[in-house]
């Protein structure tokens, strides 16, 4: 038998307090005067003999029931045979799993090259039928090393795989996403089967900081017989106090200017010097203004607005933060926001106060949108050809002359988005005209209040009603409608057809713009849609599409870039030097400053450090215990145990505190002391009970 916490074996020394208790005479209980003593002076008891322990059965049981709580608190346990665990450990193979954290944090000074030590060594000291996995995590998982490729090594040459392997692998700038590496851990554990005897060990070789992700394993059921080594790097660096930067958004200031919301968090209790948060220009790195000085005291964490500096509204920046010890974090990239404007050009001589035309409800439909901001105008052919960079789309409302049909061709074959409001057999044939196609024709209803039947929800149009919330039409009725009726092998798309399956919205991919047909016009009178609900919507969702697409933030995280691309042909390529023809469609890895081409115009994207791989405090070891874990304790590096023996690998075994969480022994020890003690309260209590009062002395007589 062992103990765990050996030195809780001093608390034996209580037992002194129930002897002194036993061995010390108790006073008379009641004292009687007599009037005849009133003038003797009181003298101290002459002790005519030794003191004898009162109660002694009570006094063994008050003793027993101190001792047991010291050794339970001592947490005892039994060990498994050592001879036998070694004659195991030594045939049995065995299958690990290391898991290579490669996150932003891992950049802190010599911890990466602290972890690939440690992976290296970790497998020189698997035996030759063990079998060995490698994965990198970060934001993803990657595989280094599969079980088939460590096996078909011969043993002598694995060191050196593992070498070859993390040769010029550094860091990533991503997240600490831990909970997905050891979930692909344990898939891998048990597709490595287990062997006769065999056991199955996760080893994580990481920095375990807080501000890593460990919820998802919450719950995941483990392997029986597996277990979990946790191998910390840079237990024996100095720490730091590091200060996170993370960027919040903008807000505007009481003057009327945009400012950067930050928050800054002091992680640690170390001093620090002063802070100072300085704007740079983004490409040349030149300071823009006098820095701002900080002071943050331990743990504390502090929201901050920096107005932009003076002519810096439409160029990156960089906001740069001096004086924390861990400088990996301390650059946040700033796009600033950029507001796209757009001009609706209204082909069609109607006034914008006239209800009885589409132009009138354009522009108050339109009217204080910010993010686009749309200017309806009219528009004429002799119109100035669109400028490079300007954003323009166009409405046509009536029938389209031959010149006017070549000049919006031109201009679809640019990039523009044209919308045709067919309400007339001469706006279809000018529909087709802008397709460069033929033998378009106006169809007819079966009735003259029609609903929209067969919906496209993922296309762009309506796929802001494809929740079912917002997907009910059945209220919109058209009085006029004009289905458009295509021939075979047309390039139309049908995005919605009326209830009788006539075509009533088509698009066609006309060179490198849209060109949208509706069929109907859009005033009361032919119907329903402008007064709707779901008017607004949808004419929003089409101009996005032809101002480039939906708002995207200019601002994220490495490692969010996926949720930033707006197609699958999106690319990208680094500021200032990247050109579209340079551009490519994998993903950024590094913070910094980016172009981003998508549908639409190119846009900049700025990409930092992720906030959560500032937070670098330890990662308790209770954590992994509430999380489930069948942890084999936090192991100290390799590099400092002693060389196992054949087969062998640090932790060989279970660690006694594994063992002794096993057995929970403890917990009966205290148990039984609980018991006794409630027996000791009953029996002391009966024993008070029984003890005589003293008989009352008899009236004197004379």
């Known amino acids: 038998m062992s103990l765990l916490a050996p030195w809780f074996l001093f608390g034996a020394l209580l037992i002194g307090g129930p002897l002194l208790a036993h061995l010390v005479r108790r006073a008379t209980r009641e004292r009687v005067a007599f009037s005849a003593t009133r003038w003797l002076d009181a003298t101290a008891p002459r002790l005519s003999r030794r003191s004898r322990v009162q109660d002694p059965w009570l006094l063994l049981l008050r003793l027993l029931i101190v001792l047991l709580l010291v050794f339970g608190f001592a947490r005892p346990f039994f060990p498994a045979d050592s001879a036998t665990d070694g004659t195991a450990a030594a045939t049995a193979p065995r299958h690990v799993v290391a898991v290579l954290d490669e996150s932003a944090s891992l950049r802190r000074g010599s911890l990466w090259a602290e972890a690939r030590d440690q992976v290296e060594t970790l497998a020189a000291r698997l035996g030759p039928a063990d079998r060995f996995v490698l994965l990198a995590a970060s934001s993803a998982v990657s595989p280094l090393i599969t079980a088939e490729r460590w096996l078909a090594t011969p043993p002598p040459d694995r060191p050196a795989l593992v070498a070859s392997v993390l040769d010029g692998r550094e860091p990533t700038w991503g997240p600490t996403h831990l909970d997905t590496a050891l979930e692909a851990a344990l898939d891998e554990l048990a597709a490595l089967g287990k062997e006769a005897g065999g056991t199955g060990e996760v080893v994580l070789i990481s920095d375990l900081r807080a501000g890593s992700r460990v919820a998802g394993i919450a719950g995941r059921p483990w392997p029986a017989g597996s277990r979990l080594s946790l191998i910390e790097v840079g237990r024996d660096a100095p720490a730091n106090a590091n200060v996170g930067l993370a960027w919040l958004g903008w807000i505007t200031t009481p003057e009327g200017e945009r400012a950067a919301r930050v928050r800054l968090t002091r992680h640690g209790a170390q001093a620090t010097p002063a802070l100072a948060l300085t704007w740079r220009d983004g490409a040349s790195g030149r300071s823009l203004g006098e820095a701002t000085p900080l002071s943050l005291a331990p743990g504390e964490a502090r929201v901050v607005g920096l107005a932009l500096p003076a002519g810096a509204s439409d160029t990156p920046l960089r906001l740069e933060l001096t004086g924390d010890a861990e400088p990996f974090d301390n650059t946040l990239w700033v796009v600033p926001p950029r507001t796209r404007a757009i001009t609706l050009h209204y082909v069609g001589e109607h006034g914008e106060n006239d209800p009885a035309h589409a132009r009138f409800y354009l522009t108050r439909a339109t009217e204080g949108w910010r993010e686009p901001v749309i200017t309806v105008a009219p528009w004429l052919p002799t119109s100035a050809p669109a400028e490079s960079g300007k954003l323009e789309a166009w409405v046509v409302a009536r029938a389209l002359t031959t010149a006017e049909a070549e000049t919006l061709r031109a201009r679809l074959a640019a990039g523009a988005f044209v919308l045709v409001l067919a309400g007339d057999a001469g706006r279809v044939a000018g529909a087709a005209a802008l397709a460069g196609e033929t033998g378009w024709s106006a169809g007819t209803v079966a009735r003259g209040d029609a609903l929209l039947g067969t919906l496209d929800w993922s296309h762009p149009l309506f796929a802001p009603f494809a929740d079912p919330r917002f997907s009910d039409f059945s209220r919109v009725r058209f009085w006029a409608p004009v289905p458009i009726l295509t021939p075979a092998g047309s390039a139309a798309t049908v995005v919605a057809r009326f209830d009788d399956d006539s075509p009533a919205v088509l698009e066609v991919a006309a060179g490198a713009g849209r060109l949208v047909v509706w069929g109907g016009d859009w005033t009361a009178a032919a119907g329903q849609w402008v007064l709707s609900t779901k008017f607004v919507p949808w004419l929003q969702a089409w101009v996005e599409r032809a101002a480039g697409g939906a708002t995207a933030p200019a601002m994220s995280e490495v490692g969010a870039a996926a949720r930033l691309t707006a197609s699958s042909g999106a690319r990208w390529a680094p500021w200032p030097s990247g050109i579209e023809g340079e551009a490519t469609s994998t993903l950024p890895a590094?913070?910094?400053?980016?172009?981003?081409?998508?549908?639409?115009?190119?846009?900049?994207?700025?990409?930092?450090?992720?906030?959560?791989?500032?937070?670098?405090?330890?990662?308790?070891?209770?954590?992994?215990?509430?999380l489930g874990a069948p942890i084999n304790a936090a192991v100290p590096a390799l590099a400092n145990v002693a060389a196992p023996g054949a087969g062998g690998l640090p932790p060989g075994g279970d660690s006694p505190a594994a063992v002794e969480r096993a057995q929970q022994g403890w917990r009966w020890v205290l148990l039984a002391a609980l018991g006794l003690l409630a027996l000791e309260s009953i029996v002391a209590a009966l024993r008070a009970r029984a003890t005589p009062a003293p008989a009352p002395l008899a009236p004197a007589t004379s």
């Not at 400053?593 to 930092?608: I, K, Q, T, W």
């Open 590 to 626: 590094a913070p910094g400053v980016y172009s981003l081409f998508g549908d639409g115009p190119a846009r900049l994207v700025a990409l930092h450090t992720p906030a959560a791989e500032s937070v670098t405090v330890p990662l308790g070891l209770e954590t992994w215990e509430q």
